[in-house]
Nanobody, 122 residues
Framework: QVRLVESGGGLVQAGGSLRLSCAAS????????CGWFRQAPGKEREFVSN???????YVADSVKGRFAISRDNAKNTIYLQMNSLKPEDTAVYYC????????????????WGQGTQVTVSS
C-alpha cells in the first residue's frame, strides 16, 4: 500500500522560507516521478514542481527561482524548498506520485498525500 505523508507547512511572513517534506512508503521515490501541487481556496489544484526518476527537475513559472524540489533516496522522501514566499503562495500543498504521461497534470497522478497548509502573511 502506497502512502505519502507531508509535513513542514505552517505560517510564515512574506519573504520567508519553508521546507516541505513528503515521506513515502510502499514504493521507492527513486524509481518514479514525484511532484508537488497546490490548491488555494476557490481555485483548481495546480502544478508546482516535479522530479523525474532520472533526477531531472521542473518547476512552474510562478515559482521558478524561488522553489526547488529534491529527493533523498535513503530516506525515501522528497522535499520542496520554498524561498522568498509571497502571500499568493498560500495554499494547501500536496505531494504526488505520477503514473506517467503528462507529469504536470492532476490526471496523471496515481497517489496523493493528505496535504499540508502553507500560509504566507503580508
Amino acid at each position: 500500500q502506497v502512502r505519502l505523508v507531508e509535513s513542514g507547512g505552517g505560517l510564515v511572513q512574506a519573504g520567508g522560507s519553508l521546507r516541505l517534506s513528503c515521506a513515502a512508503s510502499g514504493l521507492a521515490v527513486s524509481s518514479v516521478t514525484c511532484g508537488w501541487f497546490r490548491q488555494a481556496p476557490g481555485k483548481e489544484r495546480e502544478f508546482v514542481s516535479n522530479i523525474r526518476w532520472v533526477s531531472a527537475t521542473y518547476v512552474a513559472d510562478s515559482v521558478k527561482g524561488r522553489f526547488a524540489i529534491s529527493r533523498d533516496n535513503a530516506k525515501n522522501t522528497i522535499y520542496l524548498q520554498m524561498n522568498s514566499l509571497k502571500p499568493e503562495d498560500t495554499a494547501v500543498y500536496y505531494c504526488a506520485v505520477f503514473t506517467g504521461g503528462n507529469y504536470y497534470s492532476t490526471n496523471a497522478v496515481a497517489y496523493w498525500g493528505q496535504g499540508t497548509q502553507v500560509t504566507v502573511s503580508s
